[in-house]
């Protein structure tokens, strides 16, 4: 869903930082940022800068874990992209 969304929306694509991971545990990308128990993909952790200009956004729910803040869930993370940068509300 979110691969969907970043293909749709090229623009996003440019203006968020993606990273891909490979499918077997751990993912030490995600480890080290929020720690063993968190690492489920898809993961959008935000940066502090998105945090500062973070608005209650409807159904979209952030976690936290080592100081950082995520969301894990897809509809949600793009939920989160069109309301932050702009792109089409997605449906579930």
């Known amino acids: 869903m979110v691969e969907g969304m970043l293909a ?33 993909c898809p993961m959008l952790v935000l940066g502090e800068e998105s945090l500062a200009a973070l608005e209650p956004i ?10 950082h803040a995520y969301i894990s869930k897809d509809i949600e993370i793009c939920r989160y992209l069109a309301h932050r940068y702009g792109a089409g509300i997605p449906h579930p």
């Open 8 to 40: 749709f929306y090229p623009k996003l694509r440019a203006q968020v930082d993606v990273h891909y991971i490979g499918f077997d545990k751990p993912r030490a990308a995600i480890v080290a940022l929020l720690g063993e128990g968190v690492q489920g």
């Open 58 to 67: 409807p159904d979209v729910r952030t976690a936290e874990s080592l100081g």
